[in-house]
Nanobody, 116 residues
């Protein structure tokens, strides 16, 4: 079973950039569709971005289109989320997730806090 560990979160100011990283182990990384979700206090966990197994197809939530970029390195078993022009409303715990069929596997999350 794949294990996921996120890193790169922190406290930044509005307009800043941040790059999240997710390291995968315990499975064949390239067979998983990968995604980033986020959950703000009192809100549901929402999909931010996803990337296909080979990395050729990506999807984004409307709220982050043009600001965030998801990418993956199958040789390094990593998936990234580059976040630019951060806004206050991007504050949340960000989760890395791996999908295979109907199964989802989750990391522990990393906090991103955007201040004014």
């Amino acid at each position: 079973q794949i294990q996921l560990v996120e890193s790169g979160g922190g406290l930044v100011q509005s307009g800043d950039s941040l790059r999240l990283s997710c390291a995968a182990s315990g499975g064949t990384f390239s067979i998983y569709t990968m995604a980033w979700f986020r959950q703000a206090p009192g809100r549901e966990r929402d999909l931010v971005a996803s990337i296909s197994r080979g990395g050729s197809r990506t999807t984004y939530a409307d709220s982050v289109k043009g600001r965030f970029t998801i990418s993956r390195d199958n040789a390094e078993n990593r998936v990234y989320l580059q976040m630019n022009s951060l806004k206050l409303e991007d504050t949340a715990v960000y989760y890395c997730a791996a999908s295979l069929g109907s199964s989802w596997y989750w990391g522990q999350g990393t906090q991103v806090t955007v201040s004014s």
